[in-house]
């Protein structure tokens, strides 16, 4: 089976752009969430969505946003970028579980954003 | 709030020596708690997990215990690889609100083993 993927796997923009990543989770995973990690703040989940929808949601500006699509697929949009959204970005897929969360999250290999 | 804490690295240690890295979490309700891995240019995996207090999580000659009475939940190997030179997440699921979990990550712990 393969595995979650992302591209492009590196992205270099400067500030004021805008960017849209993509995210192909597991096949039969239904759950995509989004995690942004740097070195100063490490991991932090930005959203996440299922069944199209996002279901949850972390403490970032409204310059992120995403969406699911009907194949489960994800798009992770950043609007008017600035210097310190430089960073990798992670994108999880899971299969839904208990209460429609699975504890097992799989890992995609990132997006390395610089915004210069 | 809800949060994870761990040892600060990085941890330098020689082929087959002695792995401990520390982590500590806040937390209201039954969380559950994970370690999770990450190679050079990769992303996270799953290491292991526990579901409820005084669980033991195993994997690959890892193992932790999910201790309540201390908040731990610390990762130990007994004889260490090159091979498992990486970062180390430990991380925290709860439940925000209805039915909505988060999954809180400490901040890694670089591991490099030499040999």
């Known amino acids: 089976k393969a595995g979650v993927t992302q591209t492009p796997r590196y992205l270099i923009k400067t500030r004021g752009q805008q960017v849209t990543l993509s995210c192909s989770p597991i096949?039969?995973?239904?759950?995509v969430s989004w995690y942004q990690q740097t070195p100063g703040q490490g991991l932090q989940f930005l959203f996440e969505y299922f069944s199209e929808t996002q279901r949850n949601k972390g403490n970032f500006p409204g310059r992120f946003s995403g969406r699911q699509f009907s194949n489960s697929r994800s798009e992770m949009n950043v609007s008017t970028l600035e210097l310190g959204d430089s960073a990798l970005y992670l994108c999880?897929?899971?299969?839904?579980?208990?209460?429609?969360?699975?504890?097992?999250?799989?890992f995609g290999p990132g997006t390395r954003l610089t915004v210069t | 709030g809800n949060s994870v804490t761990q040892m600060e690295g990085p941890v330098t240690l020689s082929e087959e020596a002695f792995l401990t890295i520390n982590c500590t979490y806040t937390a209201t309700g039954y969380p559950s708690l994970f370690w999770y891995v990450q190679y050079p240019g990769e992303g996270l995996q799953l290491l292991l997990k526990?579901?409820?207090?005084?669980d033991k999580g195993s994997n690959k000659g890892f193992e932790a215990t999910y201790r309540k009475e201390t908040t731990s939940f610390h990762l130990e190997k007994g004889s260490v690889q090159v091979s498992d030179s990486a970062v180390y997440f430990c991380?925290?699921?709860?439940?925000?609100?209805?039915?909505?979990?988060?999954?809180?990550f400490g901040k890694g712990t670089l591991l490099t083993v030499n040999p």
């Open positions: 096949s039969g995973h239904r759950s």
């Open positions: 999880a897929s899971s299969f839904p579980g208990q209460g429609g969360w699975s504890y097992e999250q799989y």
């Open positions: 991380a925290l699921l709860w439940l925000s609100g209805g039915s909505n979990y988060k999954l809180t």
């Open positions: 526990a579901t409820k207090a005084d």
